[in-house]
């Protein structure tokens, strides 16, 4: 099983430019979450999604869009890059079997802005 | 807001020696507990979870822990450490929603 694929690993760009994290899982879950993470802080919510068509903010949402067209992609986008952007990006997503909320982590995309 | 606490930013032990990594949870009637590890440059693998019954709970590479309403903690514990443990780890708070709350984690470093 594949699981959450998270593509590309790492990325350097430029102020200014955008991209696109993506993510995408087999595992027909319901739920998809991308998450920041920076040293001494832990790992912050930047969206989520709790289905096909429905996206919400969390925590850090400010910088970043995305949307949810299908149940497998939920990718990640920088509209216009910032230096507080370099961070580590994890998707994670989450279905209803798994019953008490566990978190399916990708590999994480290392993103420096410079 | 819940919110999740791990007062230890870095923790060192020697190989064979016990461990335990705190966590405090913000009040919930029926929390959600996960405990995560982070190997460097890795994703977040779940270690064990917690969600009701037994309060001593099992997970993988002999890690366990312990619920304790009375205190607001999920405590992990491991019997004697590993140098493949060195790691990161971090506990988590659900409530029944998909949403979960990271602490800020603790890196375990550990000594041969």
């Known amino acids: 099983n594949a699981g959450v694929t998270q593509t590309p690993k790492f990325q350097v760009l430029k102020t200014g430019q955008s991209m696109t994290l993506q993510c995408a899982q087999d595992?027909?879950?319901?739920?998809m979450s991308w998450y920041r993470q920076d040293p001494g802080m832990g790992l912050r919510l930047i969206h989520y999604s709790v289905g096909a068509g429905i996206t919400d903010q969390g925590e850090v949402p400010n910088g970043y869009n995305v949307s949810r067209s299908t149940t497998e992609d939920f990718p990640l986008r920088l509209l216009s890059a910032a230096p507080s952007q370099t961070s580590v990006y994890f998707c994670?997503?989450?279905?209803?079997?798994?019953?008490?909320?566990?978190?399916?982590f990708g590999e994480g995309s290392r993103l420096t802005v410079l | 807001a819940q919110s999740v606490t791990q007062p230890d930013i870095h923790i060192t032990v020697s190989e064979g020696a016990s461990l335990e990594l705190r966590c405090n949870y913000s009040?919930?009637?029926?929390?959600?507990l996960f405990w995560y590890v982070q190997s460097p440059g890795q994703g977040l693998q779940l270690l064990l979870k917690y969600f009701s019954g037994d309060t001593l709970v099992q997970g993988i590479k002999g890690f366990e822990a312990e619920f304790k309403r009375s205190q607001s903690s999920f405590n992990l514990r491991k019997p004697s450490v590993h140098w493949s443990d060195a790691a990161e780890y971090f506990c988590?708070?659900?409530?029944?929603?998909?949403?979960?709350?990271f602490g800020k984690g603790t890196k375990l470093s550990v000594i041969p």
């Open positions: 988590a708070q659900g409530a029944g929603s998909y949403q979960l709350t």
């Open positions: 009040y919930g009637a029926t929390p959600y």
């Open positions: 595992m027909n879950h319901e739920y």
């Open positions: 994670a997503s989450s279905g209803r079997k798994t019953n008490t909320g566990e978190l399916f």
